[in-house]
């Protein structure tokens, strides 16, 4: 929790030090505790994300993050490589582009998500995703998969058919509500989120019911119960109000 | 200069697509007055023309038929638009995909139907494995997404294209 670094509103710390990098030409400082994906939003340079939530501990899931890093070949994903002196960073390149809009469109053909009658309709990460790197259509087969939908809680609705498995709903429970109800399961494409022991969810007896992780879900997989088509807008900016104060309660 | 002809099908999808398009209000005359019509399911004609520069095509392909028809559409059309989410993505018509097309069909036919259960499949054309989007049958070279796409997003878009630039396509999106 104390490595959190994009959490903290405060001054560094004297001892702290700071690396000085370029991010797309620019000439740009940052503490050698944040990562490129910091620097670059301290200097209002956008990198698409979808796993990453200001308040949570970054994972690096999802990969749309991925920068370019002069003098190596391979990528890096930004929410969770730090800064170094002298790095020259690139965030938008055409091969970047190209990567993203495979991950996106791997999303989407992985599941099946179909925006037209998605309760998340107009309020999912993935659909703005899709619409700002310009994937107007898969060039990947849909899979099709069958997927069950989980309704047994009493409020929310877990349907895995809309999952992109980006551990937001995880790490919430975990780092923020201290239930750790949600966890993984399974590998690769079978991964699956599961609820305490892969049982339902309203069987659970750790879930308290707080909905953090219906409302930090990007998608349409974490929802209220009884929202039709649309409704289901997300309050996410709870989060690093509430990480903020809690952080000022302890110091 | 001649007009360029232009041409629309539907296949699986619930028109919504077609509306969306008569949706662009009197500009429709702009497009009028430099394509000439000529098949539609607006148009009374059954026989799919030879020879059309631009056709439209709504809808997922569902059955045999959409599967004929859109083989025959595109080896008689120049520039083939996807128009809408069920053309681009298969969307709701693709919701059977986890189903077994037998399954499918008794659910509809059998389990759903009060009168005169029977399999329907020697009066209608029969079901395909899956509901696939267009291009994973035939190229397709624009792709207007969006359930239904907007009719500032497809008038633009023909405009864009019967004055030889490329559509801007950032005002919509899969679902919308």
């Known amino acids: 929790m104390s490595s959190r670094p994009s959490a903290k509103p405060t001054a560094p710390a004297p001892s702290s030090k700071v690396k000085t990098l370029t991010i797309d030409d620019r000439l740009v400082s940052a503490r050698e505790d944040e990562s490129i994906l910091d620097a670059a939003r301290q200097n209002g340079i956008q990198i698409p994300t979808l796993c990453n939530l200001d308040g949570l501990t970054p994972v690096g899931a999802c990969r749309l993050c991925m920068v370019e890093v002069k003098g190596s070949s391979k990528l890096f994903a930004s929410c969770v490589t730090m800064v170094g002196e002298g790095m020259e960073v690139v965030t938008d390149s055409e091969r970047l582009q190209n990567y993203r809009k495979t991950i996106v469109e791997l999303l989407f053909s992985e599941r099946n998500h179909i925006c037209a009658v998605c309760v998340s309709n107009g309020h999912c990460e993935l659909q703005n995703l899709a619409q700002l790197l310009g994937v107007t259509h898969l060039t990947v087969p849909y899979r099709n998969p069958k997927l069950p939908v989980d309704a047994s809680h009493e409020r929310f609705v877990n349907d895995h058919n809309r999952c992109v498995l980006c551990q937001r709903c995880v790490r919430v429970c975990g780092e923020v509500e201290g239930a750790h109800t949600w966890d993984l399961r399974g590998r690769g494409i079978d991964t699956r989120v599961i609820t305490d022991l892969n049982q339902p969810w309203g069987s659970s007896e750790t879930c308290t019911g707080c909905g953090k992780c219906v409302h930090v879900c990007p998608t349409g997989a974490l929802t209220e119960k009884g929202k039709s088509i649309r409704e289901m807008a997300k309050q996410s900016r709870f989060l690093p109000y509430l990480t903020m104060m809690r952080e000022d309660r302890s110091e | ?176």
């Open chain 2, 1 to 176: 200069m001649s007009k360029v002809r232009l041409a629309t099908v539907w296949l699986d999808g619930c028109s919504g697509c077609h509306m969306s398009f008569l949706d662009m209000d009197e500009r429709i005359l702009e497009i009028a007055a430099r394509v000439e019509v000529v098949y539609s399911p607006l148009v009374d004609l059954k026989e799919f023309p030879a020879d059309v520069d631009v056709t439209i095509v709504e809808g997922g392909v569902s059955s045999e038929e959409d599967l004929h028809k859109i083989r025959m559409v595109r080896s008689r059309t120049k520039l083939l638009i996807a128009l809408g989410d069920c053309a681009v993505t298969s969307n709701v018509p693709g919701m059977r995909n986890t189903f077994k097309v037998d399954d499918v069909m008794k659910r509809a036919y059998f389990e759903n139907a009060d009168l005169n259960q029977q399999n329907p499949s020697d009066v209608i054309p029969k079901l395909l494995p899956r509901t696939r989007p267009v291009h994973e049958i035939v190229p397709v070279d624009v792709f207007l997404p969006g359930c239904p796409p907007p009719a500032d997003v497809i008038f633009g878009a023909l405009v864009s294209l019967l004055d030889g630039t490329t559509p801007d396509l950032s005002a919509t999106r899969f679902g919308r």
